[in-house]
């Protein structure tokens, strides 16, 4: 075999590969494409509302009044820990 065929060989070769890597991507985005239409025409896109919030078992997190005090420290301990290894 010579250096020329084995030049047109590995082209050929290349160019299959790409041919196949490119046509199933061209699927999967087909793929995609379909199970969105298949999600919204079922409305399984939509969270399931909750009803009265009275009637859930604790009481509702208020979010901004908590200290965060302890979080800042412990990532503040893991910054100074990672920095010294």
Known sequence: MTIA???EQSGILTLLGMCVVF???VI???AMNI???FIKALH???EPEKSDTSSSSGPAPVVGTQDNGAVIAAIAAAVHE???V
């Open 28 to 30: 999967m985005i087909a």
């Open 23 to 25: 046509s199933f991507l």
């Open 44 to 46: 399984l896109d939509k």
């Open 35 to 37: 199970l969105r239409v």
């Open 5 to 7: 065929q084995m030049l």
């Open 82 to 84: 990672k920095e010294s």
